[in-house]
């Protein structure tokens, strides 16, 4: 296999790899074995010194198994990484003694084969998978917690919000997710998952999946993580693990012939266990990506899959009814429990690992006790079928089923709220670790968000959401409706309260008037008061003045006269204040209603200027996303061309140290022949013997020198070629997630 041959594969391979550091076989790369490439190498160049029937310094590279072994200083080969090898060190010159001894290096071809060889694991033969190291995955792996971890619940803060996949409505929704720390949840599309706020209902992120559909979506203990668990029916299927803030892909493990329909996590993060239609459980090394344990023992396809939270037992369900519990270690089979009669779509431990729920098709939840392997509690959850179920941290328990709705349950099996909206059946349930929110999403792609404590109170969110044109184009249009809709409310509040005005200026003027009109009736009232009293007098004066009993009559008369005038008065002023009366309480009407009108009018008013700023602050934020996602295709791009530019750079510089090199040692040669020639003439020539020796010194000093100096620029040529590899793949990724057909324009 040539040199071109190999980095062209190697090209390859970076192109198609969703992650350098995700450990998992790629179909399209090349592999290199120790039996078919390297052990003739090995044999060719080594064996003469280090082979099993001559190990120097007890090194033996005859066999894969010496190979790997070492020597008396240790190991040579550091599986994953040919920069730590100090064999391949020693095979290229960059550190003494140089390998093989006396001569050239081995050429470049072969060393590019050592070189793939160790990088990818160093696997022995073509049934060997190869295994990359995932950085990533380890320095996850060193932070595990199985618990609450310090500070902030985990959120997304650096996903991109502009959907792979757009449609009018998304497919039977197939997976769904709760955080266990934070108010969270993840909900599988076409091709992506999406994340939203468990309270507000808000779009914080989409997840790619491009390698198909989601069918089994799980947070790590710690929900840190997210693992995706899915591909495509009858073509592939595999799981992939990701970082919930930033979205980057962490591990990516198994090679499916067909989807995968059930994963999770193990709660140390080291395993990650997968099954589907194959019947097969199998469980993968995180961090490598190999293949560790493989269960064979269900008859159908396996539908559910968990882990204990205490990580010993690992349970799985399947299409006919069958419930196997396993010891998660080692893979062998801890107990069978019967009892469902139809297919074991859902399983989940309770926090304190000593409980298993499992829901069925035969439309039962039944809660098994590990100790002693055997049901304690059944009870007919939801009509057709129990499609879903998920604990609490507080051992309450959310199901979704076939009769369209999403329940909650306590421990002992007790109904506790009903959750309803969904128009088919529901297929997938997320609940909060704290149990504060529900979301349900069923058979026709609806997904509704609830409060616990309110089911009346509901969200719809999407598997698929809306890009970030189609937002803005939607709150515009909402806005205009708002503004439109401000402006008829704004001329019916003007208008009332000018009426309002006016009937407030005529009810002043009426209790004026009223106000006169009382007044004179009073004064009224007290003149005829008065006159009665003096007629009193009068009456009294005639017994006593008979002798002024004319005079005195003429005067009662004249009085008398005058009494009939006042009340006369007093009639028309009493008449007058009963019609100002009636006056002022029509127009004290006219302006309560008025009033009332202009009080609902402004209410009115201030309930759509709250809607315009919701509505403003919405498009704000859906074009300062689609500004977010510009800026970051333009970043991976120019990321791409910066690294392409330094590993042509140092390609150059490399080239050029070695071509000093071979000149150096060239000179080096030519200097040692003439000292040989010098020796054979000691006697006479002497002198010139020393000269050379000391020439030779020195040509070997600044060849090491120019060695270690092509050593250092081989390994940062090394550096950025692999940051150019994943510059390529984060490229890659994105446009095959956003930059597709239809996705992105």
């Not at 190498?41 to 003469?48: D, G, L, T, Y």
């Not at 055997?374 to 328990?397: D, R």
């Not at 004249?558 to 009494?563: D, M, Q, T, V």
């Not at 120019?706 to 950025?720: D, G, I, P």
Request: overall charge negative; aromatic content about 4%.
């Amino acid at each position: 296999m040539n040199h071109q041959f190999i980095t062209a594969a190697m090209l390859l391979v970076s192109l198609n790899m969703l992650s350098p550091s995700l450990a998992a076989d790629d179909p399209s790369e090349a592999k290199v074995t120790f039996d078919e490439h390297i052990k003739p190498i090995f044999r060719e160049h080594c064996a003469s010194c280090h082979s099993e029937s001559d190990k120097e310094s007890d090194l033996a590279l005859d066999t894969f198994a010496g190979s790997l072994a070492g020597g008396s200083s240790g190991a040579v080969i550091a599986e994953g990484s040919s920069g730590g090898s100090r064999l391949f060190k020693l095979l290229t010159h960059a550190e003494r003694p140089f390998m093989p001894p006396d001569q050239d290096p081995i050429p470049k071809e072969q060393i590019e084969l050592v070189k793939i060889w160790i990088e990818q694991g160093t696997p022995e033969n073509a049934g060997s998978k190869i295994k990359r190291n995932n950085s990533a995955a380890a320095a996850m792996l060193s932070t595990s917690t199985l618990g609450q971890p310090e500070g902030p619940p985990p959120m997304p803060t650096a996903l991109l919000l502009q959907p792979v996949t757009e449609t009018e409505r998304s497919a039977a929704i197939a997976a769904m997710a709760a955080s266990p720390w934070a108010p969270l949840v993840v909900v599988g599309g076409q091709e992506q998952v999406s994340c939203y706020h468990a309270e507000s209902g808000e779009l914080l992120g989409v997840l790619p999946f491009p390698e198909g559909e989601p069918q089994s979506l799980r947070f790590t203990r710690d929900g840190k993580q997210l693992l995706i668990g899915g591909g495509r029916h009858s073509h592939s299927g595999c799981a992939v693990l990701v970082d919930i803030a930033t979205g980057a892909r962490i591990a990516k493990v198994g090679d499916e012939l067909d989807i995968v329909l059930a994963a999770d996590i193990s709660p140390d993060k080291q395993r990650i266990a997968l099954a589907g239609p194959s019947k097969i459980v199998r469980i993968f090394d995180t961090a490598s990506g190999e293949l560790v344990v493989e269960m064979k023992k269900h008859t159908d396809w396996v539908f559910s899959l968990r882990y204990s939270p205490d990580g010993v037992l690992l349970a799985t369900g399947d299409r006919s009814n069958g419930l196997i519990v396993w010891e998660a270690d080692t893979g062998r089979v801890y107990s069978e429990l019967k009892g469902h009669t139809g297919e074991v779509r859902s399983l989940d431990f309770r926090a304190d690992s000593n409980v298993l729920a499992s829901g069925s098709l035969d439309g039962n939840i039944k809660l098994w006790e590990m100790a002693e392997n055997k049901e304690i509690k059944s009870w007919a959850a939801h009509a057709g079928g129990v499609s879903s179920l998920m604990f609490a941290h507080n051992g309450l328990l959310a199901s979704a089923g076939q009769d369209k709705q999403v329940k909650l349950w306590n421990g002992n099996g007790e109904l506790q709220k009903e959750f309803q909206g969904l128009g088919e059946a529901a297929l997938e349930v997320a609940l909060t670790g704290d149990a504060a929110y529900v979301a349900g999403g069923d058979w026709n792609g609806q997904v509704q968000l609830w409060p616990a404590a309110d089911p009346a109170q509901t969200k719809l969110i999407a598997a698929n959401p809306p890009s970030i044109d189609l937002r803005i184009e939607q709150t515009q249009a909402a806005l205009s409706a708002i503004e439109a809709e401000m402006s008829a409310v704004e001329t019916t509040a003007t208008v009332a309260t000018s009426q309002a005005t006016a009937s407030q200026t005529q009810l002043t003027a009426a209790q004026q008037t009223a106000q006169s009109l009382t007044d004179h009736l009073n004064q009224a009232n007290t003149a005829n008061q008065l006159l009665a009293t003096d007629i009193e007098h009068t009456d009294a004066s005639i017994l006593d003045l008979e002798a002024q009993l004319v005079a005195a009559r003429e005067k009662r008369k004249e009085l008398a006269a005058r009494k009939a005038q006042n009340q006369t008065q007093v009639a028309a002023l009493t008449e007058q204040t009963q019609s100002a009366a009636v006056s002022l309480t029509q127009v004290q009407t006219n302006h309560e209603e008025n009033s009332a009108a202009a009080v609902a009018a402004q209410a009115q008013r201030d309930s759509i200027a709250a809607k315009l700023v919701v509505a403003q602050a919405a498009a704000d934020k859906a074009r300062a996303d689609k500004v977010a996602l510009e800026s970051r295709a333009v970043e991976l791009k120019q990321i791409e061309q910066q690294t392409a530019a330094e590993v042509q750079t140092l390609l150059t510089q490399v080239n050029t140290a070695e071509e000093q090199q071979r000149a150096r040692q060239a000179a080096a040669e030519k200097l040692a022949a003439e000292m040989q020639a010098l020796t054979d003439q000691l006697n006479s020539l002497q002198m010139r013997v020393t000269e050379a020796e000391r020439g030779r010194e020195q040509a070997a000093k600044n060849l090491e020198t120019q060695s270690q100096q092509a050593a250092q620029l081989k390994s940062q040529l090394e550096s950025a070629e692999q940051a150019a590899l994943e510059a390529q793949a984060q490229l890659q990724l994105f446009r095959q997630a956003y930059q597709s057909e239809n996705k992105l324009k």
